[in-house]
Nanobody, 126 residues
Framework: QVQVAESGGGTVQAGGSLMLACTAI????????TGWFRQAPGKEREGVSC????????YYRDSVKGRFTASRDNAKNTLYLQMNSLKPEDTAIYFC???????????????????WGQGTQVTVSS
């Protein structure tokens, strides 16, 4: 059984920081998590960041560049997202996503991913 789970969400004031973590269990050896997405109330899901298995490829949506940093620990099959200088517009449920094929790259397109976590709430107050 495949399980992808996010942790680290919470409530923080604008300008604060949070670090999210994502682990995947029960996936294939190449079913590693590489993507972060988020969905705000009434909004569509959008890509936030992704990092390839080797760490050689990273992508960030423009609104988080310079503030968010994705990283990973393959020994733990864990994906991280360090979020600094948080803004109220960052408020959303953050989802972790994993692929199911060997591909040392990543994508900001949700269509690429097979496994999804339940999400963790990030709330940034003014």
């Amino acid at each position: 059984q495949v399980q992808v789970a996010e942790s680290g969400g919470g409530t923080v004031q604008a300008g604060g920081s949070l670090m999210l973590a994502c682990t995947a269990i029960g996936v294939t050896s190449y079913g590693y998590p590489t993507g972060w997405f988020r969905q705000a109330p009434g909004k569509e899901r959008e890509g936030v960041s992704c990092i390839s298995w080797s760490g050689g490829t990273t992508y960030y949506r423009d609104s988080v560049k310079g503030r968010f940093t994705a990283s990973r620990d393959n020994a733990k099959n864990t994906l991280y997202l360090q979020m600094n200088s948080l803004k109220p517009e960052d408020t959303a449920i953050y989802f972790c996503a994993a692929i199911n094929f060997p591909w040392d790259s990543c994508s900001m397109s949700a269509a690429v991913y097979t496994y999804w976590g339940q999400g963790t709430q990030v709330t940034v107050s003014s």
